[in-house]
């Protein structure tokens, strides 16, 4: 007998079909456009120099992209949440007063803009819980808390973290280059000094900031989360997947710079700087992409293989003896 319950009916089709973002109707809308105008004025400062940020600072260009991802996580539960009994949490309200209140002790006190920056989040996800409840919180957590993504870190912060990756990477692509017959390099905090057929090659290679992986390593981590998210997975490969952006984004820095390196030293100094320099930055996207998606297709097909063997078992359990 065929199972009726296995294809979804004529009128379920229709009723899917009909949930829409159009069905909140305008006074939802208004009441939106009040609370975020509320929290812009708030945070006008923060949201300013964020949004500056990402224009004057390359590394902090992937900004732009983190709202919209946020809001296609929350498209992607559209049925969940549109069709969602919320109810409202007095929690998110008290939350929401602490968010206000140590917004002024922090401006005043600490004069911090990355905490200012940062509370932003706190006070946005106050607010979902306060409208709609816990409930809403299970569907909206993730997009509330990707934001952080776009939040530059500060610059102080941001270079202490880039020279160990730069010290890191100048010792590996030295390395390699000594493997090349009559090169000789030699590390000197970040920068490689080299030796090519005896004669000593200046300047010295600099492995400079914007060739420490950070860039990658945050764009690719993002990029990494939201993938996680959007892939239909077992947990434990959403998490392998996950804790693979950052090693995928360190080899592929450490594949530039060296590159970098024997472009310099075997072919010639302006193919490594200037706009080839960025060139070869870009080039490391799809490198990454190709090996984070082989990765995943890797796992696919271990899982795809488990099932097939548990299939073959099953049937052959369930054949009779002769």
């Known amino acids: 007998m065929q199972d009726v319950n296995r294809f979804p009916t004529e009128n379920q089709i229709l009723s899917e079909q009909d949930i829409s973002w159009t069905s909140l109707g305008v006074h939802t809308y208004i009441k939106f456009a009040i609370l975020a105008a509320a929290v812009y004025s708030v945070f006008h400062i923060e949201i300013y120099s964020i949004v500056y940020r ?12 983190i709202p919209f991802f946020s809001l296609y996580f929350i498209n992607q539960k559209k049925k969940e949440i549109l069709t969602l009994q919320s109810d409202t949490s007095y929690i998110g309200l008290l939350f929401l007063i602490c968010c206000l209140v140590l917004y002024p002790i922090i401006v005043f006190g600490y004069k911090f803009g990355y905490i200012r920056a940062l509370l932003l989040i706190p006070t946005i996800g106050s607010i979902v819980l306060f409208i709609g409840g816990w409930k809403l919180v299970k569907y909206t957590w993730l997009p509330i808390i990707y934001i952080i993504f776009a939040i530059p870190i500060p610059t102080r912060i941001y270079n202490d973290l880039t020279i160990p990756l730069r010290t890191h990477d100048a010792q590996i692509a030295a390395g390699i280059l000594n493997m090349i017959r009559g090169l000789e ?90 706009i080839y320099h960025d060139m070869l930055g870009l080039l490391m996207l799809p490198l990454a992409f190709g090996l984070y998606g082989g990765l995943a297709w890797f796992m696919s097909n271990i899982v795809v293989e488990e099932n097939i063997q548990q299939e073959v078992v099953i049937r052959r359990k369930d054949l009779p003896e002769e």
């Open 54 to 65: 990402w224009i004057s600072d390359s590394s902090w260009s992937h900004g732009f992209l």
């Open 185 to 274: 390099a030699n590390v000197s905090g970040v920068v490689i000094d080299v030796v090519y057929k005896g004669v000593r090659l200046e300047p010295g290679l600099d492995v400079a900031e914007a060739c420490s992986g950070m860039r990658l390593l945050m764009a690719f981590l993002a990029l990494g989360v939201a993938m996680a998210y959007l892939h239909y997975r077992p947990i434990w490969q959403r998490f392998v997947l996950l804790a693979s952006t950052v090693p995928i984004a360190l080899l592929c820095n450490i594949v530039r710079v060296t590159v970098t390196g024997f472009i310099y030293i075997l072919w010639d100094p302006m193919y490594a700087q200037g």
